[in-house]
């Protein structure tokens, strides 16, 4: 019999010479030298088999061995294959186990042997270590490792799977692993491009999952094996994290984290949202974050300056509002992924924060807080007023407070001393009122922000009106309430001597404030403005005015509405 045809009658096999004598043996004598601590199954009547071996004499003398064939000997157990010593005497064996057997002719050969290979009564003699059993009734064996405490959803057929996983034969031997490539398995799952029992022990995964799935051969390569790596009829052992999955139909998934109770407004497209955000794959993995830049990322939605999934996924946003959006990769940067920490085809989770938004349309938003009653007289542009304030961002960050000084802010309105927005919410004010102010960036400090302010925020202002002083129209100093004096410079002349000097020009305009002739504009160092109106008429600089150069606005800008020198 030729070394092919009693492959078929062996199962694997390893010489062992050292056995003593045992004389005329009736049957195998089986020496487990070395036995697995944990042992899963045992060999049983029936099941398929896959062992190497090693066949000697007595003498030592090799007549055959699976290890210079280079390839272990598959078959099955007690079905008559395999001479009747070896059915025996692989029964109850272990994967990895290692034994010798003696088998005596009878149980071998007997008196005809192999022509050439074993002659009539040869006692045999086979070391084998057992490689592999299964049975056609088997079944895939799952054991979940681990599993995250949260697992909203599950692999099903038709989701696209990205996993890690090391592939062993059920000996241990390693024949492939993705953690060596240093890139996930991505395929689809239920679409016939993973062996059968892949393709069923995914199912029910959750991201973040470690399983250990045992697939027997018919549910793996089957007969023929896979390449040198994985032999014929081999039962496949795989480790498995699934990293992440997905199905082509996904939209974006919202989870609400916090929701603030008062929510006034949502974010809509169009809408410039400023947040904080981390940016994590599927197993945590962090990819990205704003909080390691200390500034928020600012953009507009809806108009395909952020990926769709984030477009999406902000729609609908209150400030202060924390969200998770779950973004497929269709929805983010597809196969291809992004730089080396976004991989291919890799969903990603996005935790937000909202700090504000607003529309570039919007005015500026007034709350009234308190109104006097029987209020008849409110501020308008070029009116001096008094207030106090305290300005914060949306998200309650604290940035200026006049409280913080011993008096109150005074301002001129309408002669650009303070951001747009706030000069509007001061007016149409009563004093003694107090307004709540949310004014929108474009009336604030633009894109660029200012000391202590962030770009693109949106502003919150309380204020309170204690003081208001009526103002004058823009560029006059000074107005009279009425007609001024016929004979001005010869009234402002006080002492007659022709020319008026600093002092002289004081006394009178502080007298005709006094006298409810007029009004200066208002300011809180009045000394000031009515120097700033001496110099204005003492054109030639030399201390004193002329009659030649006192002159009314109204002469100089033909205004008939108002008179101002």
Not at 18 to 39: H, M, Q, T
Not at 49 to 74: C, E, L, M
Not at 331 to 348: C, D, F, Q, R
Request: aromatic share 10%; hydrophobic share 35%; with cysteine.
């Amino acid at each position: 019999m030729a070394p092919g045809i009693l492959l078929l009658l062996l199962l694997r096999v390893l010489g062992a010479p050292g056995l003593a004598d045992p004389g005329p043996l009736e049957d195998v004598v089986i020496d487990r030298y070395y036995i697995p601590k944990i042992c899963l199954r045992e060999v049983q009547m029936g099941d398929f088999i896959r062992y190497h071996y090693n066949g000697t004499f007595k003498d030592g003398k090799k007549f055959d061995s699976s290890y210079d064939r280079g390839a272990t000997v598959a078959g099955v157990v007690g079905v008559g294959r395999l001479i009747t010593g070896m059915d025996r005497g692989l029964q109850g064996m272990c994967v990895n186990e290692r034994r010798h057997l003696i088998v005596p002719p009878h149980l071998g050969y007997g008196s005809i042997g192999v022509a050439g290979l074993i002659p009539p009564d040869a006692t045999l003699y086979f070391d084998v270590v057992m490689l592999d059993i299964w049975n056609k009734d088997d079944k895939l064996q799952i054991t979940t490792l681990s599993k995250p405490e949260h697992c909203n959803r599950t692999v099903e057929n038709s989701d696209f799977v990205r996993y890690h996983y090391n592939g062993t034969l059920l000996d241990g031997t390693p024949f492939d692993s993705s953690y060596s490539k240093d890139s996930t398995y991505d395929t689809y799952v239920g679409t016939g491009w993973l062996i059968k029992g892949m393709d069923q022990g995914l199912l029910g995964m959750c991201a973040g999952e470690k399983r250990s799935i045992i697939i027997p051969p018919f549910l793996a390569y089957g007969e023929k094996g896979y390449g040198t790596v994985i032999p014929p009829q081999a039962s496949l052992v795989f480790s498995v994290l699934l990293v992440d999955f997905h199905n082509p139909k996904d939209g974006v998934f919202l989870e609400h984290l916090e929701v603030p109770e008062s929510c006034k407004r949502r974010a809509v497209t169009g809408d410039y949202v400023r947040y904080h955000y981390n940016g994590t794959l599927m197993d945590g993995t962090l990819f990205d974050s704003s909080y390691s830049r200390n500034n928020t990322y600012n953009t507009y939605i809806g108009k395909g300056y952020i990926i769709p999934g984030m477009d999406q996924g902000l729609q609908g946003v209150c400030v202060g509002e924390r969200r998770r959006v779950v973004v497929p990769p269709h929805l983010a940067y597809g196969e291809n992924g992004a730089g080396n920490k976004i991989p291919g085809s890799a969903v990603l989770i996005f935790d937000v924060h909202i700090i504000d938004f607003h529309n570039p349309e919007d005015p500026v938003e007034i709350e009234t807080v308190y109104r006097p009653e029987g209020c008849n007289v409110t501020t308008r542009d070029r009116d001096f007023v008094r207030y106090h304030y305290n300005c914060s961002l949306l998200d309650g960050t604290k940035l200026f407070s006049s409280h913080d000084y011993e008096k109150p802010q005074e301002v001129t309105l309408g002669t650009n001393k303070v951001i747009e927005g706030l000069n509007r919410g001061l007016l149409n004010m009563c004093v003694g009122e107090r307004r709540v102010l949310i004014v929108p960036p474009h009336l604030g400090h633009g894109e660029s922000g200012a000391r202590g302010v962030p770009g693109s925020a949106v502003l919150r202002f309380e204020v309170e009106l204690f003081s208001m002083e009526e103002g004058v129209p823009e560029g006059y100093l000074f107005i009279w309430h009425g007609d001024p004096p016929a004979n001005l410079y010869e009234q402002m002349d006080l002492n007659k001597d022709g020319e008026i000097p600093a002092d002289e020009f004081s006394t009178f305009i502080k007298t005709q404030v006094a006298e409810g002739k007029g009004r200066l504009m208002p300011s809180s160092d009045p000394e000031k403005v009515i120097a700033d109106m001496f110099r204005n008429q003492d054109r030639n600089q030399d201390g004193k005015i002329t009659s030649e150069e006192l002159k009314l606005k109204s002469d100089e800008d033909q205004e008939k509405i108002h008179e101002e020198l």
